[in-house]
């Protein structure tokens, strides 16, 4: 648990640096909004209106998966809410003798709110809810999970330096599909409902404009569910570049690479391009 004890303090320290509201009135004309950098898995502190599209592969033990969403479809009709769909599709290649298959996944949508937007002193922070649908075929591995996830996330701006951070806790509430006993003629196994830990800070660097260089730690520790990974913390690395082609859009790629033994993946790659309203 120390990589995700490093996050959360990392996200307490943003938190407890928030100014006070006599300094946060000042010098309010310095700037008009919060603009912190786009991040690769990192939840950001402010809501935005934008559409964005994400591609990822992985490769694992068991299976190669490719993952193409529309994973930000966001609308914030004020500066301190907005809404986020997610729609996934996953491809899943087994590397046994398996069938390789696809389909849409689990749908999310998440609203936040962020009380505390200071422009001045380029600090965020908010929380929200994601609501995960089970729209994904569960026989196929594909999904299949109703969960509810409470999050909270902190940003600050320093000049051309930025640090980011979240922290969520999900729970599936549906009932598991049961699989087959390991031992024949044994009854089926009903699995537990998951439910995991996650978090994450990325800290940002712009040496010029329009070019950001990321790096990210992301971690999960899964609480109840998958037993191979069971009350084992992941963290993974995750370096990547950022850049801004024209107004508007922005394109950043990374690569999450595992430090520990437990582990989803052997590396995931992730290509996301966006577009600002």
Same mark, same amino acid.
């Given at each position: ?43 950001? @502190? /402010? ?14 033990? /068991? ?85 509810? @996830? ?23 509430? +549906? ?24 978090? +994450? ?16 730690? +992301? ?30 859009? +922005? ?22 391009? /966006?577009?600002?309203?």
């Amino acid at each position: 648990m120390g990589a995700t004890r490093i996050v959360v303090v990392g996200l307490a320290l943003l938190i407890l640096g928030l100014p006070s509201p006599a300094l946060a009135g000042e010098g309010n004309d310095k700037a008009e909004e919060v603009s912190l950098p786009a991040t690769l898995v990192t939840e950001g @502190a /402010t809501p935005a209106t934008e559409l964005e599209g994400t591609f990822a592969t992985s490769k694992s033990r /068991t299976e190669r998966a490719y993952g193409f969403a529309l994973s930000s479809l966001q609308y914030a009709p004020v500066p301190s809410f907005g809404l986020k769909l997610a729609i996934p599709f996953a491809v899943r290649d087994p590397r046994d003798s398996e069938p390789t298959v696809g389909g849409i996944g689990d749908v999310s949508l998440m609203a936040k709110y962020a009380p505390v937007i200071l422009p001045a002193h380029q600090f965020a922070l908010s929380g929200g809810l994601k609501l995960t649908f089970p729209t994904g075929s569960e026989r196929r591995e594909l999904g299949g999970e109703l969960a509810v @996830a409470p999050f909270l996330a902190a940003g600050k701006g320093f000049g051309p330096f930025s640090l980011q951070a979240d922290a969520a806790y999900s729970w599936q509430v +549906n009932v598991p599909r049961s699989i087959e006993a390991e031992e024949e003629g044994e009854p089926r196994v009903r699995p537990d409902k998951a439910q995991s830990v996650t978090a +994450n800070l990325t800290a940002t660097y712009s040496p010029v404009e329009r070019l950001g260089l990321i790096l990210e730690m +992301n971690t999960v520790t899964v609480v109840k569910g998958d037993e191979e990974l069971k009350e084992r913390t992941q963290v993974y690395l995750t370096p990547g570049v950022s850049v801004e082609p024209a107004q508007g859009w +922005n394109l950043r790629a990374g690569v999450q690479l595992p430090v520990t033994s437990a582990k989803e993946f052997d590396y995931n790659v992730i290509v996301i391009l /966006t577009k600002g309203f």
